[in-house]
């Protein structure tokens, strides 16, 4: 069997190392401690802004967090992309919200404005924006965050795939009221597993380490008054991240060359790769996609199956949250009406998922690599 090539696997360079060892040696082994006061401080200065960080065990917990601080209860109406990873939307459901996803734009792919504001006229009450930056790709921030604005609802940014990338020169993850990011193995930096929650004012990033870790009240005894959660990144996990962070640049940067290589490669193909505002943003590029344009007989299907054969790691695009099964009772908005005429549904995410593949995008991936992943996709065109 040829060796697997992976679609994003860590990329570790031994600095790590080097934390974990003063972490054993100082026997700072148990929850916090010196690294995880570092890795928050280090993030904050590479966000170039008045950012306070909370280091925790998962993206996840981070928007598990800021759902929390937003006081989102049962009922409450909160508006999330639909084309994204579950975690995007699971903490809302946690809480028993009243979910409703809003369909993508074509253009980052990303939550489309239009379908925003509709959604907005709809539930003016609404809690809560989650807004994702897809496979590292900055959405339309500017036109979300005036709705937002408007309807005086806050903004919650799940930046877990777009560490790195920049809208007008700012980090996304600045602009939210609360921001995610994330730091499983395959995102752009990895501690193994863990997340970052980010807020503007010090206060709340207090606020979300005292839930992070049980909701303990200042007394000698456990004194609790609030429900708390174990959401606390430990002083090893954040001793990886550190050592990743030196790395994040070189991380970007050979993320962009596999993106420039396919794209090239690709040019007089029926094939468009995963578009971004190139007048307002630059992506991290942590995924490299492809979508096949409607007149080409090819399937992603067939991509993926000549891909597979040859031990190559691809996946379809997300799958849209508004047609998972476990958010079946979830109401959807789209930029355009439905066709009752036709089949077409309106939804720009559900055509970029059926039309969609995820190619390998591991920057430890060689020329070579590359070329083979090149060559087989070209051979089914
Ligand atoms: C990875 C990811 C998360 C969650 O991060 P974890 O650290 O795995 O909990 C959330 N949202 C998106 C869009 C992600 O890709």
Redesign the pocket.
């Known amino acids: 069997m040829n060796k697997r090539i992976y679609m994003a696997s860590p990329t570790m360079h031994g600095d790590e190392l080097k934390y974990i060892q003063e972490a054993f040696d100082t026997n700072w082994i148990a929850p916090l401690g010196p690294n995880v006061n570092h890795f928050e401080e280090e993030l904050a200065a590479y966000l170039q802004e008045d950012m306070y960080c909370a280091a925790l065990?998962?993206?996840?917990?981070?928007?598990h967090l800021a759902v929390k601080l937003l006081n989102i209860k049962e009922q409450d109406t909160v508006l999330c992309s639909s084309f994204?990873?579950?975690?995007?939307a699971n903490p809302a459901a946690y809480e028993r919200a009243n979910l409703v996803f809003i369909d993508s734009e074509p253009d980052t792919w990303n939550m489309s404005p239009q379908a925003l504001r509709k959604a907005l006229i709809k539930y003016p009450d609404a809690k809560a924006v989650i807004l994702?930056?897809?496979y590292g790709t900055p959405a339309k921030l500017d036109e979300i965050m005036e709705i937002c604005r408007e309807y005086n609802v806050p903004l919650i940014e799940?930046a877990?795939?777009s560490l790195g990338a920049t809208y007008k020169g700012r980090h996304t993850g600045c602009f939210g009221k609360y921001s995610?990011l994330?730091?499983?193995g395959?995102?752009i930096i990895t501690t193994s597993?863990?997340?970052m929650f980010l807020a503007h004012e010090k206060e709340e990033a207090d606020k979300a380490r005292y839930l992070a870790t049980q909701a303990r009240e200042p007394a000698r005894h456990y004194e609790h008054v609030v429900l708390g959660y174990n959401y606390r990144m430990s002083n090893i996990t954040a001793g990886i991240g550190r050592g990743q962070l030196h790395y994040i640049e070189e991380h970007i940067e050979r993320k962009k060359a596999i993106y420039e290589t396919y794209q090239k490669a690709f040019a007089d193909l029926p094939v468009k790769m995963n578009p971004y505002d190139k007048d307002n943003s630059v992506p991290n590029f942590w995924l490299s996609c492809i979508t096949i344009n409607p007149e080409s007989d090819v399937t992603p299907d067939q991509v993926m199956n000549a891909l597979e054969a040859e031990n190559i790691e691809c996946r379809p695009l997300?799958k849209p949250m508004h047609l998972q099964p476990v958010f079946a009772e979830c109401g959807f908005v789209t930029q355009l009406e439905a066709d009752p005429k036709t089949e077409e549904t309106g939804s720009v995410c559900e055509d970029l998922f059926r039309r969609g593949v995820t190619l390998p995008t591991d920057i430890k991936n060689t020329e070579e690599d590359m070329e083979k992943i090149i060559g087989i996709i070209r051979g089914l065109f």
């Open positions: 065990s998962s993206g996840t917990a981070a928007l994204t990873f579950s975690a995007s994702v930056h897809l799940d877990a795939e995610a994330s730091f499983n395959n995102k597993g863990g997340g997300w």
